[in-house]
């Protein structure tokens, strides 16, 4: 069976032990070759290996992101790899401050800003033309938290608002250039980092980990949460040529959690 992206490039920026793991080798399954960007190399040459077990190529830089120079390094080494790139997907991820917006730091605040948004747009700047070349597809991973205001949730939803604002207006300078720029929403994502997580607050509140993710998944129309496969899945389709009247636009993977 043919790949979903068969015989493309994919750059995926902040690949992690979660999400951006899980992501890569669903690209992989789905006919792609890779650039891994991350700031640990040590994780990314894991991950490296794991692709080429696939049968498939994977190329990792280490990268940070809020750095010129960096960027311009990952995109030079992609380049001189595969000699194109067809689709950039932006998973850099830094961890909510967890503070009402009174006693978040406005440096917290402007780190977040920092890696979610100018990070993300420093390297759609590096990518643009090899993108244009390509008439290739952009998708930026955001959050649900977008789509309620919790308490606690100030810094972080200041920062992926800013995201899905500059995903839009992308979308709109990028048209012309045959070039696609979607978002992907989830809330939680169920796999081996959440449960760790789960398996934190069970020990802390003195109940299980299955009682935690029932009350959390309990407002889904689901009655679960998605999987980091399934989130992956989203983002392939968004990639594809699936997906190539397609742009502008805002997938939300919650299961029902929210309704956008």
Not at 177 to 194: D, H, M
Not at 197 to 215: L, N, S
């Amino acid at each position: 069976m043919t790949g979903m992206l068969d015989g493309k490039v994919v750059v995926i920026s902040g690949v992690g032990p979660a999400l951006g793991t899980t992501l890569a080798r669903r690209c992989a399954r789905d006919g792609a070759d890779l650039v891994l960007a991350a700031r640990t190399a040590d994780r990314l040459d894991d991950v490296a290996k794991q692709i080429a077990e696939t049968g498939r190529r994977a190329v990792p830089v280490a990268t940070d992101i809020t750095d010129d120079d960096q960027v311009k390094n990952l995109v030079d080494s992609a380049l001189a790899a595969y000699g194109k790139v067809d689709v950039l997907i932006n998973n850099a991820f830094r961890v909510p401050s967890m503070k009402p917006l009174a006693g978040t730091t406005f440096q917290h605040i402007r780190d977040a800003i920092e890696l979610t948004v100018l990070g993300a747009l420093r390297v759609i700047q590096g990518f643009t033309p090899a993108l244009a070349q390509a008439k290739g597809a952009i998708v930026n991973v955001n959050s649900m938290v977008i789509r309620h205001s919790q308490p606690k949730y100030g810094a972080y939803k200041m920062a992926k608002s800013a995201l899905l604002a500059m995903s839009q207006s992308l979308a709109s300078e990028l048209g012309e250039q045959g070039i696609r720029v979607n978002s992907v929403a989830p809330g939680y994502i169920w796999g081996e980092t959440l449960k760790r997580y789960f398996e934190h607050q069970a020990g802390k509140y003195g109940t299980t980990v299955e009682q935690i993710y029932t009350a959390t998944a309990a407002n889904s129309d689901l009655k679960r949460l998605p999987t980091e496969d399934e989130v992956s899945a989203a983002i392939v389709f968004l990639a594809s040529d699936l997906a190539s009247g397609i742009t502008g636009q805002t997938l939300d993977v919650n299961c029902g959690e929210y309704k956008a």
